[in-house]
């Protein structure tokens, strides 16, 4: 506070001061005497307005008035560290901001939820490089900027739902002081949600240009993406989380609607498990056909091997297998047909609409070129060869020219802007969901 308003609350004291013998008897407090500091307030607000007064409250600076203390936020994580950005609920707007607690103005809440039967559930803590433990935990984000509502005559509300399954390193925990997960991107203080997917400021974009409610529920896993049980009962895994939304979050009778399931990296074969466990046709890859070294090959330097600080000559990869690529292949492959099939007896000037409308989505996103040469160990080699096998798929199908033409939409992989930490993030989520 200035000292203009110090110096009128000292004025206004003295007034309401010589004006206290005139009020003492229309004033009282509640066990009926006079109460001077009622006086003082009526006084001031007389003298300089309501707004003068509660400036004056909120400051503290009027003897016996007590400002009324601000609600605390919504509790987050019970381990988080003491002022942990997931120690409470918090709100990001659409450039990555964060207010603590669950604001009103225009952003995302993002809600930290702990307690969960279902997912990743170790015997013991496994902080590892982070504050929190990843038991039972999830991270939902709720645009604010739009409310579900029921149908006429329906009890239920659907809310559709973006389930993604994060890769290794500390998912959406914090990192302690110092210390590193295996990718070595995210920060202390940072969380990947935010600053790695900027899943926040995206989904905030999605929802308001659609009109339409997506949340994003985000289960904690281990440092190896390891998701426990959810593969197998990822419906039952919504229902738990939605439980513990509503009501203060979600509306009375919200139910989970459409899912579309989104993996990263190391989260693509639970993703693609949960997929075809949950029946689901929504599914997003980012840099998630994984694969790994099946021979290696001494470094060469000078026509001599590298021998490393172990005594050992130093090895490179020479060659790579993927042992999700056929997973992925042949998930497409049945939507594919199962998507054919749902056209029989559908006129053919219909079917696009169709497909359009209750088709499969599927969007391969890989941060890697796929037109550079032959690299079995990279991510563009894999997601080029399942490009190449959608392409050959419908071109071999007996359909009109425009089924053919929005099963390509439906189905699609493309190389977008990276790095591998960040491909979820840049606008790529935004656009995969759009398509």
């Known amino acids: 506070m200035g ?27 509640p066990l009926g005497h006079s109460h001077p500091d009622v006086q003082l307030v009526l006084a001031l607000q007389r003298t300089h307005g309501n707004a003068f007064v509660q400036r004056l409250v909120r400051s503290s600076l009027i003897p016996g008035v007590v400002a009324r203390q601000p609600k605390p936020p919504d509790p987050g994580w019970s381990d988080a560290p003491k002022k942990g950005l997931n120690e409470w609920v918090i709100t990001v707007d659409d450039k990555g901001n964060i207010v603590t607690g669950k604001g009103t103005s225009k952003g995302v809440w993002r809600v930290p939820i702990e307690g969960l039967g279902i997912g990743y559930l170790p015997k013991k803590g496994e902080q590892g490089p982070a504050f929190e433990s990843p038991k039972g935990k999830a991270v939902a984000l709720i645009p604010n900027i739009v409310t579900p509502a029921a149908p006429e005559k329906e009890k239920t509300v659907q809310v559709d739902v973006l389930l993604h399954l994060h890769g290794h390193g500390v998912g959406y925990r914090e990192l302690q002081p110092g210390k590193q997960d295996a990718p070595g991107v995210l920060k202390p203080g940072q969380l990947r949600d935010v600053e790695l997917y900027q899943m926040e400021q995206q989904l905030l974009s999605y929802v308001a240009a659609s009109k339409r409610l ?36 979600l509306p009375n009778g919200a139910i989970p609607g459409r899912v579309i399931v989104s993996g990263h990296s190391g989260g693509g074969p639970t993703a693609m498990a949960v997929a ?14 994984n694969n790994r070294c099946t021979e290696e090959e001494p470094v060469i330097k000078d026509g001599e091997p590298v021998i490393g600080r172990d005594g050992r000559p130093e090895m490179k990869c020479k060659k790579c297998a993927s042992f999700e690529y056929d997973t992925v292949r042949k998930w497409v492959s049945s939507r594919i047909t199962a998507d054919i099939q749902s056209l029989a007896g559908k006129p053919e000037d219909r079917q696009p609409a169709e ?20 690299n079995e160990c990279g991510y563009g080699h894999w997601y080029k060869k399942l490009k190449t096998e959608i392409e050959t798929t419908i071109t071999k199908l007996k359909v009109s020219p425009a089924v053919a033409d929005q099963l390509r939409q439906n189905y699609q992989v493309r190389e977008v802007q990276g790095p591998h930490e960040r491909v979820v993030g840049q606008g790529n989520l935004e656009t995969a969901l759009k398509d």
Do not use: C, W
Request: aromatic content about 8%.
């Open 3 to 29: 000292l203009t308003e110090r110096m009128m609350l000292s004025r206004g004291a003295v007034a309401a001061r010589r004006g206290e013998a005139k009020l003492a008897h229309s004033v009282k407090s």
């Open 214 to 249: 997506l949340i994003a529920v985000l289960p904690q896993g281990s440092v190896f993406s390891d998701f426990g049980n959810l593969s197998s009962n990822s419906s039952a895994y919504l229902t738990d989380v939605f439980a513990k939304l509503i009501p203060k979050y």
């Open 355 to 374: 497909l359009q409308t209750n088709g499969t989505r599927f969007r391969g996103y890989t941060s890697e070129s796929l037109t550079l040469r032959k």
């Open 276 to 289: 075809i466990a949950g029946n689901r046709k929504d599914v997003l890859l980012f840099d998630a056909i």
